[in-house]
């Protein structure tokens, strides 16, 4: 996820396909058997209308074979679908589902479709997006390798630079839902007898307790 230097635009596509990848890996990713496809795909290739030219016929053929992979947003779905419900909404916000605009996006930047620049994300909000599928993808790759669900989401509340900007974002995105949110947080710094300071922050649940925000980009 070395990413630095790359396009916004370039990164957020990069990452989208990192999670892709990811659901190739571990998953089926059909929509029905095989052979229940296969009648299927030839009546959709029968139909195609004589009067469409080769070159044309071959790229709806190409489509028809393909058609049996599920989209993108299902296999984001069922990505999500591995994350506990704490997990799901200190990595994507409160909702704590992957946004149909991060779709739409990767849609637009692909196909350049002007019929989806309303849902395009402008950069600012592209900016976080990529901030949280590289949390994403970490979050799923500790599963993969036997990190305790419980450890995860410990991690999140610890003053660690990863996850406060997680805190940072999650607060912002409070804030824009309703401007008269105020995070809660306490943090006390104690003086201990050996000269060392104690520094513990107590937070009203992930997403919450930072005063630090995420740089504007």
Known sequence: MASKGLWL?????????ALEGLHRALFDGKYIEDHQYEPVKAALIRAIPKAVEDDHRDALKSRIRYGNQISLRKRLKELVGTLSPKCKTTVLGQGGDVPRSWVDTRNYYTHWDDELLPSVLDDQSMYYANVRMHHFIRVLYAQLIGVPV??????FNR????????VSLNIIEKRQADPTYIPQAIMTISSEGDGRNDEKAEREGLGEGSSQELPMK
């Open 150 to 155: 419980a450890d995860i989401e410990n991690a």
């Open 9 to 17: 635009h370039m990164e957020f596509l990069s990452l989208l396909q």
């Open 159 to 166: 003053p660690s630079q990863i996850a406060q900007q997680l």
